[in-house]
C-alpha cells in the first residue's frame, strides 16, 4: 500500500541551529515527493517538490530536501531555524503517471523553535 | 487574484444534521481537491474534481458523503447525518493543470473546521 510515514511528531530546536525532519514513502515505483508547511491557523503552502533529476531540491525559505532512492527517504532539512519556522510540516506524494492528481500525505511534523 | 477560500471557517452542527461546506478554487484552475485532516492523522484524501471528468470518489469514508462541483468552479461537500468522528479540519486545494497529474502544485484554502457535537 502507498503510505508515508513522518517518524518524528514533535520535534524541538533553538533559533539558529540546524534542522532535519525525516519522511520515508512506501509506493510501487518513484513518486513524485512534497513538502509543505501549515502555519497556525493557515492553509498548506508548497515548501519544495521534487519529480526528476538533481536528488538535491531547493525550495522557499531557505529549505532543501534530498531524495534518497535507495533508503526511500525525503528529508527536509534547513541549516539555521529561524522562530518564524515554527509550524507543521507535512511530507507528500503524488503518482508518476497519468491522471492520479492526489497526495498522499504523512501525519506530519510539528516543529517548535527555542528562543 | 485570491487564493482558495472556503467557507464556513468553523461550523458547529448537531450529531444527526446534514452539512455543507463550500470551497470557491483560483479562477481558471481546473483541478479541485478535498482532504479531511483529522487531529494527529495527517491529510486524507476524499475526492477529485478534474475538468469535465467523473470525479474520483475513492476517497470517500462512507456514502454519507458527497461532493458536486457546479459550472467547473465552486465546489460543495456534503456530510448527511453527520457522526462525532466525521469532527475535523476539512481542507480544499485546486491546481491548474488540465492534465490533472500530481505535478502541478495544489494551492490550499485555510480549511473549514468542523465540530460535531
Known amino acids: 500500500a502507498q503510505s508515508v510515514t513522518q517518524p518524528d511528531i514533535h520535534i524541538t530546536v533553538s533559533e539558529g541551529a540546524s534542522l532535519e525532519l525525516r519522511c520515508n514513502y512506501s509506493?510501487?515505483?518513484?513518486?513524485?515527493l512534497f513538502w509543505y508547511v501549515q502555519s497556525p491557523g493557515q492553509g498548506l503552502q508548497l515548501l519544495l517538490k521534487y519529480f526528476s533529476g538533481d536528488t538535491l531540491v531547493q525550495g522557499i525559505k531557505g529549505f532543501e530536501a534530498e531524495f534518497k532512492r535507495s533508503q526511500s527517504s525525503f528529508n527536509l532539512r534547513k541549516p539555521s531555524v529561524h522562530w518564524s519556522d515554527a509550524a507543521e510540516y507535512f511530507c507528500?506524494?503524488?503518482?508518476?503517471?497519468?491522471?492520479?492528481?492526489?497526495?498522499?500525505f504523512g501525519k506530519g511534523t510539528k516543529l517548535s523553535v527555542k528562543p | 487574484g485570491a487564493g482558495v477560500s472556503q467557507s464556513p471557517s468553523n461550523k458547529v452542527t448537531e450529531k444527526g444534521k446534514d452539512v455543507e461546506l463550500r470551497c470557491d478554487p483560483i479562477?481558471?484552475?481546473?483541478?479541485l481537491y478535498w482532504y479531511r485532516q483529522s487531529l494527529g492523522q495527517g491529510l486524507e484524501f476524499l475526492i477529485y474534481?478534474?475538468?469535465?471528468?467523473?470525479?474520483?470518489k475513492s476517497g470517500l469514508p462512507s456514502d454519507r458523503f458527497s461532493a458536486e462541483r457546479t459550472g467547473g468552479s465552486v465546489s460543495t461537500l456534503t456530510i448527511q447525518r453527520t457522526q462525532q468522528e466525521d469532527s475535523a479540519v476539512y481542507l480544499c486545494a485546486s491546481s491548474q493543470d488540465p492534465t490533472g497529474s500530481s505535478t502541478d502544485t495544489q494551492y490550499f484554502g485555510p480549511g473549514t473546521r468542523l465540530t460535531v457535537l
Open positions: 479562477s481558471g484552475h481546473t483541478a
Open positions: 509506493y510501487g515505483a518513484t513518486p513524485y
Open positions: 507528500a506524494v503524488g503518482a508518476p503517471w497519468g491522471s492520479q492528481g492526489n497526495l498522499i
Open positions: 474534481f478534474q475538468g469535465n471528468s467523473a470525479p474520483d
